[in-house]
């Protein structure tokens, strides 16, 4: 069940987690990454996760996690992700904060990290790049639900062209613009890609 509040724009989301309901048939899984470009975890399925993840690694596909809130089983993945995007909930055993939580990360040497604040800055840290935050665009938020998704699926497509910091300031306008009518689709037809 989701939960939006009409003034602010803010939703709930009720729900169990994945952990009851793993994929099982994985065979058609690995035998469709000949003509993928990136690939997007979210952690909810970690032994299938493990596997797409070594296939992805023989074929030089890139990893994006959507890190959304900690997940037994996570550690296990982290060493072989190229861009991880955490939320705010998002703490790694023994992390209080976002510095332990870029710490932790920094130390599997994840190459790219982003922590998202909602409508605060996006704070991020690159090999390539250095550290810093990148602002989101200020909006009245209509409809909140789908955004961090939409930010993911957006970056997944802008990373394979731009760098870190473009990809994650596109994604952040593109979330943004998501925010601006009511459910998760509305507000494609006013893209103009």
């Keep these: 069940s989701i939960l939006v509040t009409p003034n602010t724009g803010e939703r709930t989301v009720i729900s169990i987690n994945a952990t009851k309901s793993q994929v099982s048939n994985r065979l058609n899984l690995l035998e469709s990454l000949d003509n993928i470009d990136i690939i997007l975890i979210d952690g909810h399925q970690i032994p299938i996760s493990q596997e797409i993840i070594?296939?992805?690694?023989?074929?030089?596909?890139?990893?994006?996690?959507?890190?959304?809130?900690?997940?037994?089983?996570?550690?296990?993945?982290?060493?072989?992700?190229?861009?991880?995007?955490?939320s705010d909930n998002f703490y790694p055993p023994n992390c209080q904060n976002s510095e332990d939580v870029f710490t932790y990360l920094q130390s599997l040497n994840i190459p790219n990290i982003a922590i998202t604040?909602?409508?605060?800055?996006?704070?991020?840290?690159?090999?390539?790049?250095?550290?810093?935050?990148?602002?989101?665009?200020?909006?009245?938020?209509?409809?909140t639900l789908g955004a961090g998704d939409i930010l993911h699926g957006a970056?997944?497509?802008?990373?394979?062209?731009?760098?870190?910091?473009?990809?994650?300031?596109?994604?952040?306008?593109?979330?943004?613009k998501s925010c601006l009518s009511f459910g998760t689709r509305q507000w494609i037809q006013s893209l103009n890609y």
């Excluded at 690694?57 to 993945?77: H, N, R, T």
């Excluded at 409508?119 to 009245?140: D, M, T």
């Excluded at 990809?167 to 979330?175: D, G, M, R, Y």
Aim: glycine fraction near 6%; include cysteine.
């Design 155 to 176: 970056f997944c497509h802008f990373i394979l062209s731009q760098n870190f910091t473009t990809a994650l300031a596109e994604s952040a306008q593109i979330a943004a």
């Design 54 to 86: 070594q296939q992805a690694k023989i074929k030089q596909i890139p990893i994006v996690l959507d890190a959304g809130s900690w997940k037994p089983g996570l550690e296990q993945i982290l060493p072989d992700i190229n861009s991880i995007i955490c």
């Design 117 to 143: 604040k909602g409508e605060k800055p996006i704070q991020y840290a690159s090999l390539k790049e250095g550290s810093g935050n990148i602002p989101i665009p200020q909006i009245q938020a209509i409809d």
